[in-house]
């Protein structure tokens, strides 16, 4: 079982790291390049337990440049939770061939490769979900305590990583009802859950350290403290900033807490669920069906504690309006998916006669799978074109050929990821200063009496129209100086 698993792991490292961008990277992955180098505070909801882990790995693996060890990271996780998820199915009685087909199924999904070959969160909470399902099943099958505390474990430092862990909790409760912990192995349990939201404690104080030190160069240019990303973002260390940013209130999130129980919405609910199961494919979901049927008919409470991980953070994405890609929450429920599609073959085989008919089904589900998902792939090629992706480099370089070295430069996100990498990783900009997104008119009136400012919007459309403004001959992206 250890060499089957270490194939899948070595196979999907390998797969993602020909696909891997070299490089940093425009909007979020760019700031998920930037924020765990300089110790930031990314955007809502803080993602510590990623900040501080993504500090260590750019600080102490010497592989490329900080932006490339940040996506490698990713990669690294993505395969590890296919290892995870063979390991998972095993453990639910799959054969080792019917596990690698699940891992293989998930490690190839096209939604899990393109989040896994670019920086971003996503990877490692897939990965700590599915220790924490490994070890609950573990835990009901042996009642082992080790299993229990690594389960609870695992869970807590999901949820510091991202707070849509929440969603996963109820399933892995119900995982790991029976047997009943015994009061010292509960008291243990709890310890070892509530370590990871702990890392919490890293935004107020790092917040608090960079206003001390007055380590955000923008307050100094009048802005408040938080209202930039990266550094402090919404100044966590004032209790109402704490609050806000680790809710997303700003964003709405708390007003879809209640969608699971918008029952009206269960239709389109379970049509993206449906969508999410066959991603890889219409035959890896139909094996996925297959696979939660049996188990919830052989394994009711397990097959029920598997489904509510899979489902319950389906409408909360649906009904939680700010997220622009919403199928990065959907990377747990396809490793559910594809844990279920495993035992949905051994299912299948289980229920033919040993022999010849068995081997011939085995051989035809797995060719069919394979094709299905060859399908899936074939249709998206963008899949595989993650590594062509990287033009943050151009942007900076258009930003360092068009402004002069004292320019303020206020750029949209999705491009001021990238400067930001360069002025607080590279400290490439010279003099020059990123500005996020927008800035009151009135402060823009007062940069311009002291220094050249400049404006990078998402598209000519979004132009503000309060200003006015100078195209910059032949400049990519389009760049735009602020005129008296």
Known sequence: MKLVGAGVFALALAFYAALLPIGVSQWDPGEMQTVPYILGIPHPPGFPLYVLTGWLWTHV??????????????AL????AAYVLFRAACELGASRAAAALGAALFALAPIVVVHVTRAGVEPMLVLLVGIAVWAALRRARTGSRRALLVASGAAGLALAVHTLAIWFLPGLAVLLARPAPKPREALLACGAFLAGPLLYAYLPLRSAVVARFGLDPTVALGLAPGVQGLLDNDHPASWAGFVRHVSGAQFGASGALGAPFVLAAYPAYLDRWWEILAGPGIVAGALALIGLAALLARRARIGLGVVLIAFLAIPFSLRY????????????ATWVGALAAALGVQAILGALRPGLVRRTA????????????AHVLAADPGTYAQRHLVDGRQVIDGVLASTPNDAIVIAAWTYATPLAYAQYVEHALGGRQVITDEAP????????????????????????????????????????????
């Open 61 to 74: 693996v010497p592989l490329g440049d900080v932006a490339t060890r940040m996506t490698a990271l990713s």
């Open 77 to 80: 996780c993505g395969a590890l």
């Open 321 to 332: 309006g700010a997220l622009v890609d919403a199928a990065k929450y959907y990377l747990v």
């Open 362 to 373: 085995a051989y035809a589900l797995a060719a069919a799978t394979v094709f299905g998902l």
């Open 441 to 484: 008119p009135e402060l823009i009136a007062r940069w311009r009496a002291t220094r050249p400012v400049f404006v990078i919007p998402f598209s000519v459309q979004s132009k503000p129209a309060a200003l006015r403004l100078q195209p910059v001959p032949a400049s990519w992206p389009a760049i735009y100086r602020v005129l008296p």
